[in-house]
């Protein structure tokens, strides 16, 4: 690595060098499993292999909302996969998930299992799956997929981008903390002005978009999220705040934001969930 005044001149070929800060250990250039093991199976229709960040927190609510309709075949059994420690890069799990990112689903109710991988893709599946939490009419249904896919495309600016700088980097730096702050604050205006006219993202019901947004952005402005909640002033954002308040409240959101939690006050964590009695 080469240092001037100005900072960082990057090689003419990059080459892997330690670059510090949270989850170095477990970044490295190349996919594939580092070691053999499989996953474990339970007893029911659905496997899930994850951790409650947000993108986890995203397949347990919606197990969890699915439920709460009395659609008992989204009974499913949830794995703990500790991605500090490595878990995704098994064996198992790049078999489930090439990409070794939780979380992870695989449908055993068929003859043939399904891998359904990418937290996104795992909300549509099983809101098809089960008709449920999508709207049915095309134009509902594309608006509430339009917001899917806003989240996709743009959490990566806040995690990625803005958590890792603001709470992760080995160091604080000016430059990347404004850049990525600034696209948060735009983000959370976007988010603002559509719930300004609209109870729920996607319009007056409750779906998948909002189950996709929330564990990121509401999670945000709830102060849960990279201790920036002062920081980016959330509180000027009140229509998030107030989506953000009321999907907190829902039950199934209480019971799917605990499972796979590890961290955090002890009656808030559920390592595994194989029975809605370990909720209770």
């Known amino acids: 690595m080469t240092e001037t ?14 670059s510090g800060g949270a989850f170095a250990n477990i970044n490295r250039p190349v996919a594939g499993p580092t070691h053999e093991k499989d996953l474990p199976v339970g007893q029911h229709p659905l496997q899930l292999y994850s951790l409650a960040t947000p993108n986890g ?31 995704q890069f098994s064996s198992g799990f790049v078999k489930v998930n090439p990409n070794s990112k939780i979380p992870a689903l695989l449908d055993r109710s068929g003859e043939t299992p399904i891998r359904v991988f990418e937290s996104g893709s795992i909300l549509l599946y099983l809101a098809d799956k089960f008709g449920a939490l999508l709207p049915k ?6 608006e509430a997929l339009n917001w899917l896919f806003w989240q996709m495309g743009s959490a990566p600016y806040l995690g990625g981008g803005f958590g890792h700088f603001y709470a992760y980097a080995p160091e604080k730096w000016e430059y990347p903390i404004n850049r990525f702050a600034m696209e948060v604050k735009r983000q959370l205006d976007v ?21 996709a947004i929330w564990p990121w952005y509401g999670g945000l402005v709830l102060g849960n999220q ?12 009140k229509n998030v705040v107030r989506w953000a308040q009321e999907i907190a409240a829902r039950p199934a959101v209480k ?15 559920l390592a595994e969930r194989h029975s809605a009695a370990d909720l209770d």
Not at 226 to 237: C, K, P, R, T
């Open 5 to 18: 005044t100005t900072g960082y001149v990057p090689p003419k070929v990059w080459t892997p060098a330690p």
């Open 57 to 87: 927190q995203k397949a347990t609510i919606m197990l969890e909302e699915l439920l709460a309709l009395g659609h008992q075949g989204a009974e499913y059994d949830a794995w703990l996969i500790r991605i500090g420690d490595g878990d």
């Open 137 to 142: 009419n095309t134009a509902g249904r594309t």
């Open 191 to 211: 988010l603002d002005r559509q719930l300004g006219e609209h109870r729920y993202v996607a319009g007056e019901d409750y779906t998948i978009a909002d189950i």
């Open 226 to 237: 990279y201790g920036a909640a002062e920081f980016l002033s959330v509180q000027d954002y």
């Open 255 to 269: 019971r799917g934001r605990r499972v796979n939690r590890v961290m955090g006050p002890e009656e808030e964590q």
